[in-house]
């Protein structure tokens, strides 16, 4: 019990981490757009639509990624996946608000959405996972049903 406190440090440096992203004018949409364009020789137009859906899958991929480590915090319990998905969403919504006090960034409701998706995905995938294994599991040995 001492050290269970331990399993959450993975979750709480990603929260800083996404924190510090968040804060920094230097992951602002106008910034990475700029970076595209460079780094590609695309037109300003072309450009935005890339850099469109690179940061709102970035948004998937972060929270979902948080919605793994909190779940792992919980030593992947099945039934805290509505807790997970309640918790992740919580701290987008606390990261799209604190965003609106960083100069050149903005706060966004839809930021919140495609965040709360990602982590929902990550957890449906999960627990598809999980059934599919322990589906095949039964295949094997037919007596796990008894």
């Not at 981490?17 to 137009?45: K, Y």
């Not at 997970?84 to 006090?101: C, K």
């Not at 995905?121 to 796990?144: G, M, Y």
Request: one cysteine or more; a positive charge; proline letters at 4%.
């Amino acid at each position: 019990m001492p050290k269970q406190w331990l399993r959450w440090l993975p979750a709480v440096l990603w929260c800083v981490a996404i924190f510090h992203f968040s804060a920094s004018p230097s992951f602002t949409g106008d910034s990475t757009n700029s970076v595209i364009i460079q780094l590609l020789s695309l037109s300003p137009e072309d450009a935005k639509l890339i850099n469109f859906i690179i940061r709102k899958l970035a948004h998937l991929w972060e929270f979902g990624f948080l919605a793994v480590l909190i779940w792992w915090a919980m030593k992947f319990q099945e039934r805290a996946a509505i807790f997970v998905w309640t918790l992740t969403t919580i701290y987008a919504a606390i990261d799209e608000w604190h965003q609106s006090y960083v100069p050149g960034r903005s706060a966004s409701v839809k930021d919140v959405i495609i965040d709360s998706a990602g982590a929902l995905l990550v957890l449906i995938f999960i627990h598809w996972q999980k059934r599919k294994i322990q589906k095949s599991k039964e295949k094997e040995d037919p007596t796990t049903l008894i």
